[in-house]
């Protein structure tokens, strides 16, 4: 990649960013995080409380990227066929005809995923890892991009399924917006909102690039981002040691090591770089790693959560290049 080309790849990730900004009212680094791992060809759980914008982003990100979006209610009541589709008999003509289900799309929205039992969430895996579903018997392939942007309410748990590890492995990222950090954008949010004169502003929103361009800043993270030696070290020596941390019953696999590595080489590549530095693999462990952990049953009686692990993690892995 050329110094042309990478400054193009930065204005392109800029714009998308402002784009979102535009009906997202929030801190820009969660945006940067969520661009991040859609150009890692990964995929992210929101895991927040009700009302604060996790559809809103989801959509609006869709558009910010000029691709096709559709949205799933997770219910107990969910079935698998009503994520990937299925084969319709057709008396017209006495053949199958198939009906692809929602998960045919660049950008899939599945809100409250934890909601459905796990036999539906477990139709979403190999979706979420291969890019493709098999509906009886036929391997049918994804559309590229295809994220996943998955919502769960931490609060209200009953009639939920706790997602199971296999599937929380497949998320890149698993994010929080939170609530507004001050009264300036608690303000800002009202104020858009009496702007728009409608709840969902997603319509009105002009996409940054297209589905195309996306999928070539895909391909500069994949092949353009150089990745030092003592860079793969630190993550190396960062998920081991989450193993071997002794609050810990299960640590990292090397998955997440790899979903380190290319979220760090996107995050790289939206900072306008073609090479990884420390910063940037430092500014995605907690959401990329914490997730992956899963702790004693003692310390997790007594509250404990992965991303304490993570930080006590981060402080005992010497940084590449510091004294």
């Known amino acids: 990649m050329n110094e042309k080309e990478l400054e193009e790849a930065r204005l392109s990730c800029e714009q998308i960013i402002d784009r979102v900004a535009e009906a997202f009212v929030g801190n820009r680094l969660l945006l940067r995080k969520l661009l991040a791992a859609a150009l890692a060809n990964g995929h992210v759980l929101f895991e927040d409380f009700p009302g604060l914008g996790k559809t809103l982003l989801a959509k609006v990100f869709a558009r910010a990227i000029g691709g096709d979006t559709k949205r799933v209610q997770f219910t107990p009541d969910l079935l698998p066929s009503d994520i990937l589709g299925m084969n319709v008999w057709r008396q017209k003509d006495s053949t199958f005809q198939m009906m692809p289900g929602p998960v045919f799309t660049n950008v899939l929205l599945a809100d409250e995923i934890n909601r459905a039992p796990p036999k539906t969430q477990s139709a979403l895996l190999e979706a979420m890892e291969e890019r493709q579903v098999t509906i009886d018997g036929a391997t049918l392939r994804l559309e590229f991009p295809f994220v996943v942007i998955a919502t769960q309410n931490p609060i209200e748990q009953e009639g939920t399924y706790p997602l199971p590890e296999a599937q929380l492995d497949r998320f890149l990222l698993k994010l929080s ?81 790899l979903a380190l590595l290319r979220a760090s080489r996107a995050m790289a590549l939206i900072h306008g770089r073609d090479f990884v ?21 003692e310390d997790t009686l ?16 010497p940084v590449p290049g510091e004294a």
């Open 177 to 257: 917006a939170g609530y507004p950090a001050n009264a300036a954008l608690e303000n800002d949010i009202l104020l858009r909102r009496i702007h728009w004169q409608k709840d969902d502003p997603t319509a009105d929103i002009e996409p940054a690039v297209n589905v195309r361009r996306f999928v070539e800043l895909q391909r500069f993270v994949e092949t353009g981002v150089y990745t030092d030696r003592l860079i793969v070290d630190y993550i190396t020596q960062l998920v081991r040691l989450s193993r071997e941390h002794a609050r810990v019953a299960v640590g990292v696999s090397p998955r997440g090591g």
């Open 302 to 317: 007594e509250g404990v959560r992965g991303g304490l692990v993570v930080e006590e993690v981060l402080s005992q892995v």
């Open 277 to 297: 530095v420390p910063d940037d693999v430092k500014l995605l462990v907690p959401d990329v790693l914490a997730h992956r952990i899963i702790l004693n049953i």
